[in-house]
C-alpha cells in the first residue's frame, strides 16, 4: 500500500480518498470506509497487576503465589518502578497512534523461542 497525497493505493489501483481524521488531525484508511479510530486505550497499573496475578495463581503454589503477590506489591508501589514506567506508557500513548505495535514487534523480533509450523513465513514478514 503507497500513498499518493491523500490518496491511498493498493498495488496499482487507486482504493479510495481518506478523510477521517480523530481529534488530534490524525487519519487511517480502511479500504471501503472512513473510519476514526480512537487510540489504544492504556489499562491502569492496579489493573495490570490484578490481571497478572489472577493468571499467575493458578500456576504456582501457594508459597510461590504469596512471593509473586509480594513482589508486584513492592513493583507497583510509590517506590516501585511500576509507576515510573506506566507514565511511560501513558506518555507513549500521547506520542503514537498505538502504543503497543512497538512492543509487540520488539517482542517477536528479540524472541529466541523457536517457532511453531507456519510461524516462520509469517516471522519474516515482521
Known sequence: MKRFGGRM???????????AENEEGRSWFVPGRNVVLPKLPVPTLEH????YLAAV????????????????????GPSGPGPR?????????EQQDNWSNEEMR???????EELGDGQTERATKI
Open 85 to 93: 514506567l506506566q507514565e511511560k506508557l501513558l506518555q507513549r500513548r
Open 57 to 76: 495463581r493458578p500456576l504456582v503454589p501457594e508459597s510461590q503465589y504469596e512471593r509473586t503477590r509480594s513482589l508486584v506489591k513492592s513493583f507497583s
Open 106 to 112: 520488539f517482542g517477536k523480533v528479540q524472541s529466541k
Open 48 to 51: 495490570s497487576m490484578e490481571r
Open 9 to 19: 493505493v493498493y498495488g496499482d489501483t487507486l482504493a479510495m480518498e481518506y478523510t
